[in-house]
């Protein structure tokens, strides 16, 4: 049956310049509480590739201290919606976060990355660019597989470090 999901606050500090936005935290994610807990998204593995030396991440903790380190802060398109599963195309009644609030709250964020198509598509539906750079990187999904990890990585490091620097 359908019940309302809700999404996770932002992860982010006053230094964060890059958003990562993705549409809604799958089934794992919202029993651990935690961002990309899918063991197989390769959302952290990307980041402790490019960030960490390719080290495994401790913790949960850990994840987030190397993420925020880098400027970078997580949120999601969108709120709270229905869905059946974790797979995007199953959302229904979507409510997009408050992000004129957050950019209020966080002027020092300039650009916005989009993990996956439907993560923009959600956000565009209510905010089109938020005054933002924006771009749209290939998902880190596992449901995502015609690009290999290490053509993902590669368009993800352009994307990251092009915004940080």
Known sequence: GFFMLYSFPPLITPKTRVLVIGSMPGVAS???QEYYAFKYNQFWKIIFDLFAGGRTPKDYEDKKQVLL???IGLWDALAACERTG???GNILKPT???FPTLFKEYPGIKTL???GQAARNHFKRAFDDGGK???ILPSTSPAHASRSYEE???LWQRALFRALN
């Open 30 to 32: 919202l029993k651990a």
């Open 96 to 98: 997009p976060n408050d």
């Open 69 to 71: 380190a880098q400027g």
């Open 133 to 135: 750079i924006c771009a």
């Open 152 to 154: 993902k990585k590669l």
């Open 113 to 115: 990355l989009f993990n």
């Open 86 to 88: 974790s797979l995007d």
